[in-house]
């Protein structure tokens, strides 16, 4: 506990048994902030090695997307150029006030993603 960890154990159901012995030795623990996300923590009826059961758990309200993630020396970087000019060569570069800079830098931006995706 004084490093932020907690047992996330529930009940006190075996998880060791023999033939002449049950305990609770086997234990879980998980840091605060992840045991928030563990639920249905339980001691199943099926046994993992010779004397011991499974514990079982579910883990919720994780984001699991996966992120991508682009390696730049596999970019076909002369198509990223050629996607990226056809897109700004609509813009104008031509700009008398703070609105046209704002309009201008949208449109670049806009222009990058494109050409990326």
Same mark, same amino acid.
């Given at each position: 506990?004084?490093? =932020? $960890?907690? #047992?996330? #154990?529930? !009940? +006190?159901?075996?998880? %060791?048994?023999?033939?002449?012995?049950?305990?609770?030795?086997? @234990?879980? @623990?998980?840091? *605060?902030?992840? !045991?928030?996300?563990?639920?249905?923590?339980?001691?199943?009826?099926?046994?993992?090695?010779?004397?011991?059961?499974?514990?079982?758990?579910?883990?919720? !309200?994780?984001?699991?997307? *996966?992120? *991508?993630?682009? +390696?730049?020396?596999?970019?076909?970087?002369?198509? %990223?150029?050629?996607?990226? $000019? =056809?897109?700004?060569?609509?813009?104008?570069?031509?700009?008398? +006030?703070?609105?046209? $800079?704002?309009?201008?830098?949208?449109?670049?931006?806009?222009? @990058? *993603? %494109?050409?990326?995706?």
């Amino acid at each position: 506990m004084a490093n =932020g $960890l907690d #047992n996330m #154990n529930r !009940g +006190n159901k075996p998880t %060791f048994l023999t033939y002449n012995r049950q305990e609770v030795i086997d @234990i879980m @623990i998980a840091t *605060v902030y992840a !045991g928030n996300f563990i639920r249905d923590w339980h001691v199943t009826e099926e046994v993992s090695c010779p004397d011991h059961r499974y514990i079982r758990f579910t883990v919720t !309200g994780i984001d699991r997307s *996966v992120e *991508v993630y682009r +390696n730049p020396r596999r970019t076909d970087w002369e198509s %990223f150029r050629t996607d990226l $000019l =056809g897109c700004l060569c609509d813009m104008t570069d031509k700009m008398s +006030n703070f609105t046209d $800079l704002e309009t201008a830098a949208k449109q670049f931006q806009d222009a @990058i *993603v %494109f050409a990326y995706n």
